[in-house]
């Protein structure tokens, strides 16, 4: 007998029983076509049952308030509606014996006016990412965002929590705080995007405060153990971002004090593209913070089922994510489990309405066949 694969082991995810370590990435599909960005039984709820096998899912980024929004027909965790619609797809998976995080989503300056009736996209500070936005009308340039107030600030960390309260009440089995690829959070960590001189920016205590005030505010609608969380380091050259010598120490101090708290997770990313010309980029995320933090850590971004199993067997990571190959691999975890080779996914069909694409990528295997 073969030695079981390390991405089939069992995990114990800080209390939430894993049948396996093959995580299902959020991924953004675009899909929640209606006036109240509501996702529905019929769509997403068969989309995420589909890949209900998965160890864990971690549903698509979900905007926690209007102002959060900036990509057209993304779902919301904002509405009473909203929550509604969430229950009809959590209620799915966990009928298929899955499991399912709800990722909370405050893209920050990665906007446009088109979104919030003329009125500017809010950010730490008045830096145009110079990016596109996916607007209703098509991509569109990204604008110079009204730097937040304190005020603003403060109410936007009452709104992650709202949107926590909510997602608890739609029946998710955790969260995870969007604190990645360029969106608001990350824009306050780096200092090209964050140049406040208040107590949220010039050192990098001030940069970390709102996501560790984002933290404490959840903390107090839901069980910290339920909690997980999203970083991406070296991200450099996407979503508008820019790394300087402050950034990765800024990651470095955030990790180390994410030890104070008992999340669900840590779920990190390896650089999106090629950083090794950047000097005070990190080239190997999971090796440099594995010895850093105590907790459980997702690794993401470009594995496959051999490089899955070893970053788990060298002991740099406790479970592994996978975006894109759930996308055509709704069986992925029995794919892995019988060596079924993959189903390419189809890029022209990610972010457009309706079942194409999103329903119709079949599973090749016995047991995933049965979920369906
Ligand atoms: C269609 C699509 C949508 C995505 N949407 C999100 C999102 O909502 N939130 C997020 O944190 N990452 C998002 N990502 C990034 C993925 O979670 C993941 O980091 C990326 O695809 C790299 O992993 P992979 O190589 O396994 O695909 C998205 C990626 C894709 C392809």
Same mark, same amino acid.
Request: charged share 25%.
């Given at each position: 007998m ?6 089939l082991?069992p995990?114990?995810?800080n209390g ?5 370590r ?7 599909r ?5 006036s109240?960005?509501?996702p529905t039984?019929?769509?997403q709820?068969?989309?995420y ?9 971690i549903?698509?980024g ?10 057209v027909?993304t ?8 929550v509604?619609?969430?229950?009809e797809?959590t209620?799915k998976v966990?009928e298929?014996?899955g @499991?399912?995080f709800?990722?909370?989503?405050h893209?920050?300056?990665m906007s446009h006016?088109d ?9 730490p500070?008045?830096l ?5 936005s996916f ?8 604008v ?10 403060k109410e936007?960390?009452q709104d992650?929590?709202?949107a ?10 955790g969260?995870e705080i969007?604190?990645?690829?360029g969106y608001?959070l990350h824009q306050?960590f780096n200092?090209t995007?964050n140049?406040?001189?208040d ?5 990098i205590?001030n @940069?970390a ?6 933290i404490d ?14 970083l991406?380091?070296?991200l ?17 101090y ?5 030890n104070?708290?008992?999340l669900?997770?840590?779920h990190l990313?390896?650089?999106?593209n090629?950083?090794s010309d950047i ?9 440099r913070?594995?010895p ?16 899955g ?6 002991g740099?990571?406790?479970l592994v994510?996978?975006g894109k190959p ?9 794919r892995?489990?019988?060596n079924v ?6 890029q022209?069909t990610f972010?457009?309405?309706g079942?194409?694409?999103y ?6 295997t ?7």
């Amino acid at each position: 007998m073969s030695k079981k694969q390390a991405l089939l082991e069992p995990y114990n995810l800080n209390g939430l029983e894993l049948p396996n370590r093959v995580v299902m990435a959020p991924m953004t599909r675009s899909r929640a076509t209606n006036s109240e960005n509501k996702p529905t039984g019929e769509l997403q709820g068969e989309y995420y049952k589909q890949r209900a096998s998965a160890g864990l899912i971690i549903a698509e980024g979900s905007q926690i308030s209007k102002r959060a929004v900036g990509y057209v027909n993304t779902p919301g965790i904002y509405s009473q509606e909203q929550v509604e619609g969430w229950k009809e797809v959590t209620h799915k998976v966990h009928e298929a014996n899955g @499991r399912i995080f709800l990722q909370l989503w405050h893209v920050g300056r990665m906007s446009h006016p088109d979104f919030h009736n003329g009125e500017l996209p809010l950010a730490p500070s008045a830096l145009n990412p110079n990016d596109k936005s996916f607007t209703p009308e098509g991509f569109k340039d990204t604008v110079t965002p009204k730097a937040m107030t304190i005020e603003e600030i403060k109410e936007t960390v009452q709104d992650f929590k709202n949107a926590a309260r909510n997602a608890m009440e739609a029946g998710f089995d955790g969260v995870e705080i969007h604190s990645s690829n360029g969106y608001l959070l990350h824009q306050f960590f780096n200092a090209t995007s964050n140049h406040r001189t208040d107590e949220y920016g010039g050192s990098i205590e001030n @940069r970390a405060k709102i996501l560790f005030e984002v933290i404490d505010a959840i903390k107090e609608v839901m069980p910290e153990n339920k909690i997980g969380l999203r970083l991406n380091p070296s991200l450099n050259g996407i979503f508008g971002m820019t790394m300087d010598e402050e950034t990765i120490p800024t990651f470095d101090y955030i990790i180390k004090k994410l030890n104070d708290y008992d999340l669900a997770y840590l779920h990190l990313s390896e650089p999106f593209n090629d950083v090794s010309d950047i000097p005070y980029a990190e080239t190997e995320i999971a090796k440099r913070y594995r010895p850093m933090y105590n907790g459980t850590i997702i690794i993401n971004a470009g594995f496959d089922q051999e490089s899955g199993n070893r970053v788990i067997e060298e002991g740099n990571a406790d479970l592994v994510a996978f975006g894109k190959p759930f996308i055509s691999n709704p069986d992925l975890v029995e794919r892995f489990e019988q060596n079924v080779p993959l189903s390419e996914y189809n890029q022209d069909t990610f972010y457009t309405p309706g079942k194409e694409g999103y329903l119709d990528y079949e599973a090749k295997t016995e047991r995933a066949e049965a979920l369906q």
